[in-house]
Nanobody, 122 residues
Framework: QVQLVESGGGLVQAGGSLRLSCAAS????????MAWFRQAPGKEREFVAA????????YYTDSVKGRFTISRDNAKNTLYLQMNSLKPEDTAVYYC???????????????WGQGTQVTVSS
């Protein structure tokens, strides 16, 4: 079992930055692929970014490439998402997830956090 708790969300103006954190506890954190997803009001949850157990391999959805950076600190059991040049369309609840495969498919991620709200004003 892995427990995930996100933090760092908030209200920011367009063009601003936020860093989300996801603290993990339970089973061995560094054996899992970690990912960020987001869900905007009235929309389905979508993949944002993922990285492998070492952090050496990353994958981003096209809309955040060059603006968001996913990283992890296995010593601290923490996953991060640095978000720069934020846009109003980035407004969503952001979730961290843990799974065995670096994929965009929601159902293949086993563990989920409760989410943190990110709101970007224009």
């Amino acid at each position: 079992q892995v427990q995930l708790v996100e933090s760092g969300g908030g209200l920011v103006q367009a063009g601003g930055s936020l860093r989300l954190s996801c603290a993990a506890s339970g089973r061995i954190f560094n054996s899992y692929v970690m990912a960020w997803f987001r869900q905007a009001p009235g929309k389905e949850r979508e993949f944002v970014a993922a990285l492998n157990w070492s952090g050496g391999s990353t994958y981003y959805t096209d809309s955040v490439k060059g603006r968001f950076t996913i990283s992890r600190d296995n010593a601290k059991n923490t996953l991060y998402l640095q978000m720069n040049s934020l846009k109003p369309e980035d407004t969503a609840v952001y979730y961290c997830a843990a799974g065995r495969f670096m994929v965009v498919t929601i159902k293949l991620y086993t563990y989920w956090g409760q989410g943190t709200q990110v709101t970007v004003s224009s």
